[in-house]
């Protein structure tokens, strides 16, 4: 079974720029997440979907970050303009659901970003 | 609001020394809890977990963790360290009931020298 498939892997771009990543999920997992990974920290939470719906977006920048889930497969997750500080490793997630039991997170390889 | 704090940044090791990596943890009430595996360059991957039951859980790859509530611990061991198992692990905990988010620790580089 494929596992969560991130595009692409590695991007520089300038600072000001826009940038988009792209992620599949496991199939037949209604959940995905975004994470943002900084330097030398753990994963931190950025949105949080069911099926198409964003259930928690409360650390999302709204300011220049967007994410989109058509059809509550593939999710795609924007940033304008891109800052320094947006630097991070983006990892997409998947699990079977998000509510009540423990459904395991299946991480992808992520995409890492470097703003010059 | 759940929290974990892993003790070290980097841990070294040798090749087939025991292998103890350490979390703790801040909640109002026994949290789930876990262990991720994060080599270079990919995602991360569950070791084990915590829900409820047996304390002591025992995961992939030879490592195991026990909840000690009384000390608030969530400690990862192996016995033997193998090279391979040079990583980055990371503690991650959230509350039990319902939905909520997976908070992590900022992680632990393991080392394993031959």
């Known amino acids: 079974e494929a596992g969560v498939v991130q595009s692409p892997r590695y991007k520089i771009i300038e600072k000001k720029q826009p940038v988009a990543f792209w992620c599949n999920p496991i199939s037949g997992h209604n959940t995905l997440y975004w994470y943002r990974q900084n330097l030398g920290q753990g994963p931190e939470l950025l949105i949080r979907?069911?099926?198409?719906?964003?259930?928690?977006d409360s650390q999302l920048p709204k300011d220049r970050f967007s994410a989109e889930r058509l059809k509550g497969v593939d999710s795609t997750l924007k940033i304008q303009p891109a800052e320094l500080g947006d630097s991070a490793v983006y990892l997409c997630a998947s699990s079977l659901d998000g509510t009540g039991g423990v459904h395991e997170q299946y991480f992808g390889p992520g995409t890492r970003l470097t703003v010059t | 609001a759940q929290s974990v704090t892993q003790l070290g940044s980097h841990v070294s090791v040798s090749e087939g020394a025991l292998v103890l990596l350490r979390c703790n943890y801040s909640s109002s009430v026994p949290p789930y809890l876990f262990w991720y595996v994060q080599y270079p360059n990919q995602g991360l991957q569950l070791l084990l977990k915590?829900?409820?039951?047996?304390?002591l859980v025992k995961g992939i790859n030879g490592f195991e963790a026990e909840f000690k509530k009384s000390e608030t611990s969530f400690h990862l061991t192996k016995p033997s360290a193998h090279m391979s198992d040079a990583a980055e692990y990371f503690c991650?905990?959230?509350?039990?009931?319902?939905?909520?988010?997976?908070?992590f620790g900022k992680g632990t580089m393991l080392l394993v020298s031959p």
């Open positions: 979907y069911e099926n198409e719906e964003a259930v928690d």
């Open positions: 915590y829900t409820t039951g047996a304390t």
């Open positions: 991650a905990t959230r509350a039990p009931s319902g939905y909520s988010t997976l908070t």
